[in-house]
């Protein structure tokens, strides 16, 4: 698949945006380099990237995409029992449609065919559209890492017991919730 820039067309009311989350491939790095330099201000770079993508049994990298466009992407790292998201991002212009959530819902149900029970993110700590998103993941703040980005800290957020049917049920509400704006289509 390749980008189409352009304006994001306005979703009629009631329409569910139609998104496919597939695995991110190497030939998607130009997409997502752009998406990394309009999202952060430390972007990674296209080296990091493939090394992450070249870590096939620890690391999962997944894409959105709308049509033919890379609109968001995300990826995590699993160690043991324990999923760590490294980034999430959503293209500017795509921002407010749901793609966040669509990819960290996509992130955990990831995790948990990989057999995580546990997830662990870092977000810079003002970053509250982000915190607020993690929160309803059920994410919750257990400490600091000072001058973690170059311009602050970041506040480290986990969730424990993802495999247990307390978390499927939430995460089966944020699924269903999802659904109401977002027509997802989750590929292997």
């Known amino acids: 698949m390749t ?15 139609p998104v496919v989350v597939a695995p991110l491939r190497p030939r998607d790095l130009p997409n997502v380099l752009r998406i990394e330099g309009e999202v952060f201000d430390e972007p990674w770079s296209r080296q990091l990237f ?5 870590q096939r049994t620890s690391r999962s990298y997944r894409a959105a995409w709308v049509g033919s466009e890379l609109v968001g992407y995300a990826g995590q790292m699993s160690v043991d029992d324990e999923a760590h998201v490294n980034n ?4 500017p212009g795509w921002v407010g449609r749901r793609l966040g959530t669509a990819l960290l819902y ?4 990831t995790a948990l065919t990989r057999g995580s029970a546990h997830l662990t993110l870092e977000v810079a700590v003002g970053n509250e559209a982000a915190i607020a998103l993690y929160r309803r993941f059920g994410l919750a703040p257990v400490g600091v890492r000072p001058n973690y980005y170059q311009d602050g800290d970041a506040l480290i957020m986990w969730v424990r017991d993802i495999d247990s049917d307390d978390y499927a049920l939430r995460l089966a509400a944020i699924g269903s919730t999802l659904a109401e704006a977002v027509d997802l289509e989750r590929r292997p």
């Open 106 to 109: 996509d992130l955990v149900r």
């Open 88 to 91: 999430i991002a959503v293209a």
């Open 50 to 54: 493939q090394g992450e993508l070249a």
């Open 3 to 17: 980008a189409v820039r352009g304006p994001v067309p306005p979703a009629p009311p009631g329409a569910r945006l």
